[in-house]
């Protein structure tokens, strides 16, 4: 209680987010989760992080040898390759099994599949397609039964 918080920013991304380095007094929580195996280093904003880029880039080689947290797994996927791949698949036009079983109901048009990670509509192809309650990736923001109008 009553820590310190310090961000040090490195750029804003294609989303408008605030990519940063973030300091609990003094210690970077970026590079011990590094370390830990509880996040990877993003190749493309190391550039903005010159104080920090060799222990980033060293921190994650040795949680990597050591095979901690994300390392453990088998065939890790780096989760840009994740996100990309979640968008391709939600791009796809599905069989009617497809329909049936892999898809979510949400979206009758396309197949977007079940428990993908969350996407809005710069992350897909479609515009204006039928979206059905709940919605869970939020598409249809103004209630018309249509997503990504705009």
Known sequence: MGQGITLRAVETDKYKRLVAEVFVE???VNLNMVQEGQAVVYR??????PESKDSLLQGENTAKQQRL???SQANPVMPWDFRHKAAQRA???P??????NNCDPAYPD???????PDLNCRDITQRRFRVLPPDPHGFDRDGDGIGCER
């Open 95 to 100: 069989t009617q099994g497809q329909q049936q």
């Open 110 to 116: 396309f197949c977007i599949p079940k428990n993908s």
């Open 91 to 93: 791009t796809s036009v």
């Open 44 to 49: 493309q904003y190391i550039k903005g992080c």
């Open 69 to 71: 947290a994300f390392w």
């Open 26 to 28: 003094n210690r970077s």
